[in-house]
């Protein structure tokens, strides 16, 4: 933080947040699971970076990258045998690791790896790890990582801005009540869980006469969750509601060409059983899709023409301020490379409280 010409407290200016060449290494969505069937291979395009994900006859998805290395064909014209994958130019086969298995041409195969991601199934979705081991599982909700979820996908969009950009709009306390009207007096408590997750919760009671605030205590007089948990600046999990209902949304964001972003939304509730729970879950879902699309409309404008700069923040911006300095700390990748940025811009260890949270101009 410094202090300007003008006597206003302002920001370092951040490197990645909202830097249209780069992203945190972490995990990423790709698309839903019943998009690929068994013995499917597609062309997917992730982060700048041309890929293939094929679905074995094992059920197992395997993400490697789209080129052969022989001489570059598009991996996606090939096709599954087995766990394997076989290119359609000359027919060379690559096992669910990358190595080469098969040169027909040849008796033996030669030392050849093609570049092979890891990959995960959850929550509906293939996710994808941008970096050589998962450092995490699947983002999740730290409090309640070993709940099974029931899941609808709502909304696949684009927008005009970054994905943190888009991110912090949950955590911008102001616009709840200048855009979405909602009349609620919101200031978060911020918990790092750990380097690439941090959890916003309003620890404040809303004031009560807000519709919106009484159409929640219609299901419930239980206290009013709303808490964010953010992983690797891209994806966060809101939980909403009396705690009871088990609610959440997750967004899911990942960085396209030209600083925009290409998202998924996930309602999820945490499994209930037997008829009636599964009904339960259902309509509720259900009821989130209606809501919640209505709901995200007064975003739109702000997405599609803002210029993110945070020159003037004040006191009630303080999450977002927090939200960016956590983004800082992360390790940052290249957009389409996928390779470390240079290594001035990796916060050492020692450095990262540069990144302080205390503001403000007011
Ligand atoms: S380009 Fe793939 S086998 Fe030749
Ligand atoms: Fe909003």
């Not at 990645?16 to 013995?39: A, C, D, K, T």
């Not at 989130?288 to 404008?301: E, H, L």
């Amino acid at each position: 933080m410094t202090i300007n010409s003008q006597n206003n407290i302002s920001m370092r200016k951040p490197k990645i947040f909202n830097n249209p060449e780069r992203f945190i290494e972490g995990w990423y969505w790709v698309m839903p699971s019943q998009n690929l069937r068994i013995g499917e291979v597609k062309p997917v395009t992730i982060l700048g970076r041309n890929l293939v994900v094929y679905r074995g006859q094992d059920n197992r998805v395997v993400i490697c990258d789209a080129y052969c290395p022989h001489m570059g064909a598009h991996l996606a014209e090939g096709r599954v045998e087995g766990k394997e994958l076989r290119c359609f130019f000359h027919h060379w086969k690559f096992n669910e690791q990358g190595i080469c298995v098969e040169i027909p041409c040849l008796d033996e195969p030669l030392p050849i790896k093609l570049k092979t991601w890891p990959t995960d199934e959850e929550y509906g979705m293939i996710w994808i790890w941008t970096g050589e081991t998962p450092q995490h599982r699947l983002p999740y909700i730290p409090d309640l990582a070993e709940y099974e979820f029931d899941v609808a996908f709502g909304f696949h969009f684009v927008k005009n801005c970054h994905p943190n950009v888009v991110m912090m709009n949950a955590i911008d306390a102001q616009h709840f009540n200048t855009v979405h009207q909602l009349g609620l007096n919101i200031v978060f408590d911020k918990q790092e869980y750990h380097h690439n997750a941090i959890i916003f919760t309003n620890i404040t009671d809303p004031r009560r006469d807000s519709n919106f605030i009484k159409l929640i205590r219609a299901f419930s007089k239980h206290p009013i969750t709303y808490s964010i948990c953010y992983w690797y600046g891209s994806t966060n999990i809101v939980t909403l509601g009396p705690d009871f209902l088990g609610f959440h949304i997750m967004f899911a964001l990942r960085l396209l060409a030209e600083g925009k972003t290409e998202g998924r939304t996930i309602f999820m509730m945490k499994k209930r059983r037997g008829i009636l729970g599964r009904l339960f879950n259902k309509f509720v879902l259900w009821l989130a899709k209606v809501v919640g699309t209505n709901f995200v409309k007064g975003d739109s404008k702000i997405f599609q023409t803002i210029r993110f700069d945070l020159k003037t923040p004040i006191k009630a911006d303080h999450s977002i301020v927090q939200f960016i300095n956590h983004v800082e700390r992360q390790k940052p990748l290249m957009w389409g490379t996928w390779q470390l940025a240079r290594v001035r811009e990796v916060e050492p260890q020692e450095n990262h409280n540069k990144w302080r949270d205390d503001l403000t101009n007011d």
